[in-house]
RNA sequence: GCCCUCGUAGCUCAGGGGAUAGAGCAACCGCCUCCUAAGCGGUAGGCCGCGCGUUCGAAUCGCGCCGAGGGCGCCA
């Protein structure tokens, strides 16, 4: 099992490494006989009572020594050497588990290393600076963007900060498609919509973007320019609507995002890659390594050569490259930017995208794990207790600024990253703006707002917090159950940020921020901070401090505020 | 037809080999002369979709059903 350089993770690793020093003393005495030891683990039982770590070596090995498990725990725990890892008592439980009892005012310990981290409590080097990319929403920009598209921006940027407080060096990318058939139509919608504007009487396309934000657009334009356009062949007319709607989707794009608190390191145009040669570049190199085909007039991959059903175009009949070419001139282009990992945020609907954009990069010689792919499920839009289709086409969608107007930017994002990726949300947008005060996140901004209104009644009665930690002398006078059981779970926040990171699973943090909030409104419940007890005050206010960073820290990852006030 | 995800309290969802399955909302009963009651405590509520396997141990892993959503285009 992993091991890392937090307040927790050593001490597991301690006992871990105190396990292996008993079982050798065990063989060596001839109480216990095995050749290979099995992946066993050291963790913090669910209940209180089974002790503070335990570990389930003993039910593991049992059939490799042909032992009882718990004659085998026995012999462990006989010959485990309690002093060197804080452990007070050691009990066997139930059909065989190993419960260690720390030491009497372990916590303590705990506190003080976490007081020590200050602000930067949570972040770790787990990641050891290795460089990965997180890609999402990317949505076209020829509409705006809609319920899916928030979610994947939640989702998105708050793995990337996840992935930068566990030590990652991580880069948020946005993927632009300028290119292609899609543009094209984008193209045709702008010029009939440019010449009805103009007063000419020709129909919309069938098949064209139905946006209402682009009459609204193309009006802008004409109060701009009048009729210039009109004597222009359609050809360079529509290439002169498309750069101007681009430039202003994405400008609009752009600052929606930012309102909800995400902001790219990159905006990648797929444009540059038909322009600097990188998609033929690619297709060239696939076709000397043999990966293509050529049939029917078109170049295709040959995706079955890596499990996948059937063959894919690359290069169309009339020699135009997919979206297929594009995206793996694009990620090899990510990867020779140096990304050890890159991590793509797609909606549900790029399913079977997934296996042969892998499958391209493996023929390209990168490792298949080295991109990954978060499939988001949908979010389906209720309002007034139907279901609402949400289509770009027809233009019927709740766009994100919308959301962020009518629900709030912490509530939308904190509803979007409280679920996991796997689960289909059905969104109710009238529950949502009613219940707003009912949304988890206040309950957790709350006791974020509590603490700081104590620390300001503190100053006023003259108590400011040391800048040099306490001693332990001060801490040891936290003893309440409340202080202990918040010290203990405020523990687990750096490994907590890890495991949400290496698993891709930001969720998992508002699940946790949303217990800490819950065992600090306990804490403040039942201990008063303000005390006639110089020192004791100042040891609560230095747990309430350390609970109150892992809050806003934690908020903060998932781009939600932790405001000093409600 | 084949592939992917999901099915857990009345509702929305966590938990993804471990000990007595959790939270919020809704319901019911208590708690402010005292640091923010947007809070705290308690009660009630469950064949973890169904069946069969694997395992010392399954809500969790495998197979098969049933149900929901999505994907199987020279679209992106």
Same mark, same amino acid.
């Not at 690793?13 to 006989?33: F, N, V």
């Not at 490994?495 to 403040?524: G, S």
């Given at each position: 099992?992993?091991?890392? *350089?937090?307040?927790?993770?050593?001490?597991?690793?301690?006992?871990?490494?105190?396990?292996?020093?008993?079982?050798?003393?065990?063989?060596?005495?001839?109480?216990?006989?095995?050749?290979? =030891?099995?992946?066993?683990?050291?963790? $913090?039982?669910?209940?209180?009572?089974?002790?503070?770590?335990?570990? *389930?070596?003993?039910? =593991?090995?049992?059939? @490799?020594?042909?032992?009882?498990?718990?004659?085998?725990?026995?012999?462990?725990?006989?010959?485990?050497?309690?002093?060197?890892?804080?452990?007070?008592?050691?009990?066997?439980?139930?059909?065989?588990?190993?419960?260690?009892?720390? #030491?009497?005012?372990?916590q303590t310990s705990l506190l003080a290393e976490m007081l020590s981290y200050g602000e930067k409590y949570g972040t770790s080097d787990a990641g050891a600076g290795i460089k990965v990319q997180v890609e999402f929403v990317s949505a076209n920009p020829t509409g705006e963007l809609h319920m899916g598209n928030a979610r994947g921006a939640a989702i998105g940027d708050s793995l990337a900060s996840l992935l930068e407080m566990a030590g990652f060096d991580c880069a948020r990318e946005y993927y632009i498609n300028d290119a292609g058939n899609q543009i094209e139509k984008f193209g045709v919608s702008l010029e009939v919509l440019y010449l009805q504007a103009l007063g000419q009487d020709i129909p919309f396309p069938e098949d064209g973007y139905h946006g209402a934000d682009l009459p609204l657009l193309i009006k802008e334009l004409v109060e701009e320019i009048g009729n210039e356009y009109q004597k222009l062949q359609p050809q360079l007319r529509q290439k002169k609507l498309i750069d101007y709607a681009l430039k202003r989707k994405l400008n609009d794009i752009r600052m929606a995002l930012a309102d909800f608190g995400v902001v790219y390191d990159c905006w990648f145009s797929e444009q540059s890659l038909h322009d600097s040669g990188a998609i033929q570049n690619v297709i060239d190199e696939l076709q000397n390594n043999g990966w293509l085909l050529k049939e029917e007039g078109a170049l295709w991959m040959d995706c079955q050569r890596f499990g996948e059903e059937k063959p894919e175009v690359l290069v169309r009949g009339n020699g135009l490259p997919t979206y297929y070419a594009a995206d793996i001139a694009y990620h090899k282009n990510k990867y020779m930017r140096g990304f050890a990992t890159v991590i793509d945020v797609w909606g549900a609907d790029h399913h079977g995208h997934v296996a042969r954009m892998q499958g391209a990069m493996e023929a390209l010689g990168y490792k298949r794990e080295q991109l990954e792919v978060i499939l988001m499920q949908f979010v389906r839009l209720i309002q007034n207790g139907e279901l609402l289709k949400m289509s770009k086409r027809t233009g019927t969608y709740i766009t994100l600024n919308e959301l962020v107007e009518e629900v709030g930017r912490d509530a939308a994002r904190f509803i979007f990253v409280m679920r996991s990726a796997d689960s289909l949300i059905d969104f109710d947008l009238d529950l949502a703006k009613e219940q707003t005060l009912k949304n988890p996140v206040y309950y957790v901004q709350y006791a974020y707002a509590r603490f700081c209104s104590i620390i300001t009644s503190a100053a006023a009665i003259g108590l400011?917090?040391?800048?040099?930690?306490?001693?332990?002398?001060?801490?040891?006078?936290?003893?309440?159950?409340? @202080?202990?059981?918040?010290?203990?779970?405020?523990?687990?926040?750096?490994? @907590? !940020?890890?495991?949400?990171?290496?698993?891709? @699973?930001?969720?998992?943090?508002?699940?946790?921020?949303?217990?800490? #909030?819950?065992?600090?409104?306990?804490?403040?419940?039942?201990?008063?901070?303000? $005390?006639?007890?110089?020192?004791?005050?100042?040891?609560?206010?230095?747990?309430?401090?350390?609970?109150?960073? !892992?809050?806003k820290n934690g908020l903060t990852a998932l781009g939600v505020k932790a405001p000093s006030k409600m």
């Open positions: 099992m992993d091991y890392y *350089n937090t307040p927790i993770s050593r001490r597991r690793e301690k006992i871990d490494c105190c396990i292996k020093q008993s079982l050798e003393k065990a063989r060596a005495a001839g109480d216990i006989d095995f050749a290979n =030891l099995p992946a066993y683990v050291v963790e $913090t039982p669910r209940e209180a009572s089974h002790g503070d770590f335990a570990s *389930n070596v003993a039910l =593991l090995l049992s059939k @490799e020594a042909r032992q009882n498990p718990r004659a085998l725990a026995k012999s462990i725990a006989d010959h485990f050497d309690l002093a060197a890892c804080d452990v007070a008592s050691i009990s066997i439980a139930g059909p065989g588990f190993i419960n260690f009892h720390m #030491a009497q005012g372990w400011t917090l040391p800048t040099k930690p306490l001693i332990s002398q001060q801490l040891q006078l936290l003893g309440h159950q409340s @202080e202990l059981a918040l010290i203990r779970r405020l523990a687990d926040f750096p490994d @907590e !940020v890890i495991m949400a990171a290496l698993q891709r @699973e930001p969720h998992r943090i508002a699940a946790y921020v949303q217990e800490i #909030a819950a065992l600090f409104h306990n804490f403040y419940d039942k201990c008063r901070m303000l $005390t006639s007890d110089h020192d004791l005050s100042l040891a609560r206010l230095s747990l309430a401090l350390v609970a109150a960073t !892992v809050i």
